[in-house]
């Protein structure tokens, strides 16, 4: 088994211990800003924060990381970014998430260092005997259930939840569809964690949203991991 570093594995479990996983989307957050969505999530409880702004300047989705990664040192949690290294290492999250048509987990380790977390999607079953899964630190699994945040997203179902947690022991993100009425049943079939988007950026208030999802999957507070000591 590979060695990994105290920070490293701390942000890991303060992962599998966050139940809910905000996904910023400025275009559909109405009039919102992704800042406005994730100060109102933070504030409710929510510890993970991943920039994904696919539409905008790379400028824009720079200024929305920096401001992202100001709240989330605030409220102790973590900021991720989806598919930009670049984005990552200038804004100094905590971590990437990458799909499979990305970069390698092992290329980009290499980039992003021992210390951050490197996030995996996963699609379809045959993609849990990869090599990429083994150095992976995380797993986002899905289109659990049907979505429009995701155009080209394939709908999986409950079972490849199942599947991925009977073969890894990482912790496991379901992401699409998510709602408040079924994020329970995504956390019964192997998630640790789910992850939303419009769920929240398009809530009419995306705190009260958030404490419900919360509620939904059964997090408290009193889970959350201890910082590892320094040295």
């Not at 479990?13 to 009039?31: I, P």
């Not at 998630?191 to 999957?217: F, M, N, Y």
């Amino acid at each position: 088994m590979t060695r990994i570093s105290s920070l490293r594995r701390w942000r890991r479990e303060q992962l599998r211990a966050a139940g809910v996983y905000l996904v910023t989307e400025e275009a559909l957050s109405g009039a919102r800003t992704s800042e406005e969505i994730a100060r109102a999530a933070l504030g409710a409880g929510v510890r993970i924060v991943q920039l994904r702004e696919k539409e905008g300047t790379a400028r824009r989705a720079l200024q929305i990381g920096l401001a992202l990664r100001a709240l989330a040192r605030e409220h102790r949690a973590l900021l991720l970014v989806n598919d930009r290294l670049d984005l990552a290492l200038a804004t100094g999250a905590d971590g990437v998430h990458l799909g499979q048509d990305d970069l390698p987990v092992g290329v980009a380790r290499a980039i992003v260092g021992p210390d951050a977390l490197i996030g995996l999607s996963i699609t379809d079953p045959g993609q849990l005997d990869e090599p990429d899964v083994r150095e992976a630190d995380y797993l986002g699994v899905g289109a659990v259930f049907p979505t429009d945040s995701k155009a080209d997203a394939r709908y999986t179902g409950l079972e490849l939840l199942a599947a991925a947690r009977a073969a890894v022991d990482l912790p496991i993100v379901a992401i699409g569809g998510i709602t408040v009425e079924n994020a329970a049943a995504a956390v019964r079939a192997g998630a640790d964690a789910v992850a939303v988007i419009s769920a929240l950026t398009a809530a009419p208030d995306p705190g009260a949203a958030a404490r419900r999802l919360l509620e939904a999957v059964g997090i408290g507070g009193s889970r959350r991991p201890a910082l590892p000591e320094a040295g």
